[in-house]
């Protein structure tokens, strides 16, 4: 059994691209959760996708974007980018929609915006 | 609007002490509690979740206990170990349990065990 892998691991843009992140859900599980963890902050939840459906969504504007995949994986994206987009973003999975169970955590795409 | 914190943010003690991390919440009306261990620049690991109707959990050397109502939870190490050094964070789940709220973490605190 795989855990939740994340690509890629570190990666550098400028103010104004646009990223796209991945995440591998773990075997079986079927909701993918992604969180903003800024320097010396706890994360921040973004959204969640459950069944390829957005189920929920934080405090984020619109150009933080995703999708989820037959598969269960998912993209997150992000347009625009600011220099406060800099972080740790995390994706998490687990079994059955919503945030009832377990979550099982990535290690992490560290995103620089310079 | 749900409030996590974490008290004290960093904490550095020799091996073998017991040890008491604290977290309070504003809002009691939660789903569960979760503890998680992170490791510098690394993802978060599930160490114990509390459902609201819990009132501790215990995992090894872990325990952790959940007051709903006074909106606190504590996460007692037993006999610690360097490899125990990383930063603790604790999260809640609002409400019914649903996709739409997400966990609401702490800033954490960041634990060192001394050799």
């Known amino acids: 059994e795989t855990g939740v892998t994340q690509s890629p691991t570190h990666l550098i843009k400028t103010r104004g691209q646009q990223v796209t992140l991945r995440c591998s859900s773990q075997?079986?599980?079927?909701?993918v959760s992604w969180y903003q963890q800024a320097l010396g902050q706890g994360p921040q939840f973004i959204f969640q996708?459950?069944?390829?459906?957005?189920?929920g969504r934080g405090n984020f504007p619109p150009r933080f974007s995703g999708l989820q995949f037959p598969n269960y994986s998912s993209e997150l994206n992000v347009n625009a980018l600011e220099l406060d987009d800099s972080a740790l973003y995390l994706c998490?999975?687990?079994?059955?929609?919503?945030?009832?169970?377990?979550?099982?955590f990535g290690p992490g795409t560290r995103l620089t915006v310079l | 609007k749900q409030e996590v914190t974490q008290i004290p943010a960093a904490l550095s003690v020799p091996e073998g002490e017991n040890l008491v991390l604290n977290c309070s919440f504003t809002d009691s009306a939660i789903y569960n509690l979760q503890w998680f261990r992170q490791d510098p620049g690394k993802g978060l690991t599930s160490l114990l979740l509390?459902?609201?109707?819990?009132r501790e959990q215990t995992s090894g050397r872990l325990n952790a206990s959940l007051d709903k109502s006074s909106g606190r939870s504590t996460l007692y190490i037993a006999a610690s170990q360097p490899g125990d050094s990383a930063t603790y964070l604790c999260a809640v789940l609002r409400g019914s349990g649903g996709g739409a709220d997400g966990l609401t973490f702490g800033k954490g605190t960041h634990l060192i065990i001394q050799p």
């Open positions: 998490a999975s687990s079994l059955g929609g919503g945030t009832r169970d377990t979550q099982y």
């Open positions: 996708y459950y069944r390829e459906e957005e189920n």
């Open positions: 075997s079986g599980h079927n909701t």
């Open positions: 509390i459902q609201s109707s819990q």
